[in-house]
């Protein structure tokens, strides 16, 4: 049984030593319980968060605890009623290769499902983040455009190609030519602008000539420094994530733009609203599962997965996710099926 802890919070980028892995006998079921063999854990940007003991809307991972995150896991061992050995299951059992349930929380997956990792990307939390900001938040019209970064991840690709289903002009930003070229090709976007260009605030300044009507906000710092002079009247934000501030140990450099922010809200009556998925839209979660299962199964929402082999990766891995060095949802597929 092996299972990485959290050694240390980090100050800034997270390194290796933040993170331990330790070895300890597979745990066994007891009366009641499933133990539970993790096939793919989910890395996801939050995770910054939680090393963290600032102030947030969860609690933080303590030092020397197993760090959090959703797995997609089959049942190994059952004395459990309602579990058979080998059924999958969506788990939150955090970054191990066993753990042991009372069953609480699991959501079945099935038998044989076609994509079980799929529960960790477009089919769930980020597909979700990305369809329930978007539509109850963002409220998109055909004709409008809507402009979003991180445009190659779970969140920002699936966002993206709602929003060309319900027929807005998409503008996806994301870093590097290849990201660029996979939304356009792949996920449809009418263009993509890379954020590490030097001319980036020109560049989205053209392709936005008629302003912005929805920005869905997935990473903060320089790219919204572009989109705000961009919002056009009676402009939605639907504030998702800042990722590009989650490894920051103080207030960015003057000039203080807090004025042009607040003078652009009143004038333009801009609607800005952050919202935490389950706390927010737990209540929905049907409604979304069953959209995007026929999205999904219809091609009209592609959705690509970077997998990394082998638990002892989770940490470098999660480090370069915070640097834009993933391609797609990143998952650590920790064993075979
Ligand atoms: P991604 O897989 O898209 O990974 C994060 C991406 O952010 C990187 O790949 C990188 O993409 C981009 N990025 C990192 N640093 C910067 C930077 N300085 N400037 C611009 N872009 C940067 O993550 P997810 O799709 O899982 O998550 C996207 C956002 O949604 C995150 O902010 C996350 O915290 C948030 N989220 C919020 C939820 C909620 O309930 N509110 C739930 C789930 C996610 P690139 O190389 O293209 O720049």
Not at 59 to 81: K, W, Y
Not at 112 to 136: E, I, K
Not at 181 to 197: N, P, S, T, Y
Not at 229 to 241: E, F, H, K, Q
Request: overall charge negative; hydrophobic content about 40%; glycine content about 10%.
């Amino acid at each position: 049984h092996q299972r990485i802890v959290l050694a240390s919070r980090p100050s800034g980028a997270p390194n290796a030593e933040n993170f331990r892995l330790e070895s300890s006998n597979k745990p066994v079921a007891s009366d009641g319980q499933v133990l539970l063999r993790t096939i793919y854990l989910s890395l996801d940007p939050y995770m910054r968060g939680r090393m963290s003991d600032a102030e947030s809307y969860a609690e933080p991972v303590a030092v020397n605890d197993i760090m959090v995150g959703g797995t997609v896991c089959q049942v190994e061992e059952s004395r459990h009623p309602d579990f058979e050995v080998g059924e999958w299951v969506l788990a939150y059992t955090g970054w191990q290769n066993y753990a042991l349930s009372d069953g609480e929380g699991l959501l079945k997956l099935g038998k044989a499902p076609a994509a079980p990792s799929y529960a960790l990307g477009v089919l769930g939390m980020p597909g979700f983040t990305a369809y329930m900001g978007l539509l109850d938040i963002g409220q998109p019209k055909a004709g409008e455009t809507l402009v979003v970064a991180a445009a190659t991840g779970p969140v920002g690709a699936t966002v993206g190609q709602i929003g060309k289903l319900k027929g807005c002009r998409v503008i996806g930003i994301a870093g590097g030519a290849e990201k660029c070229r996979h939304a356009k090709e792949v996920l449809g976007f009418d263009e993509c602008l890379d954020h590490k260009a030097e001319d980036f605030a020109e560049q989205l300044a053209r392709v936005c000539d008629q302003g912005i009507d929805i920005y869905f906000e997935n990473v903060g710092g320089k790219v919204f420094d572009a989109v705000l002079p961009l919002l056009n009247t009676s402009a939605r934000i639907p504030v998702c994530g800042l990722v590009s501030q989650y490894n920051a140990t103080e207030l960015p450099a003057g000039p203080d733009r807090l004025p042009l922010l607040m003078n652009t809200i009143l004038v333009k009556r801009i609607k800005m609203q952050g919202f935490i998925i389950f706390d927010d839209y737990g209540h929905r979660y049907e409604e979304f599962a069953n959209e995007m299962a026929d999205w999904v199964s219809q091609g009209k929402i592609q959705y690509k997965e970077q997998l990394v082999e082998g638990l002892e990766q989770a940490p470098q891995a999660f480090i370069g996710l915070l640097e834009g060095k993933n391609f797609g949802k990143l998952v650590i597929k920790v064993a075979e099926p």
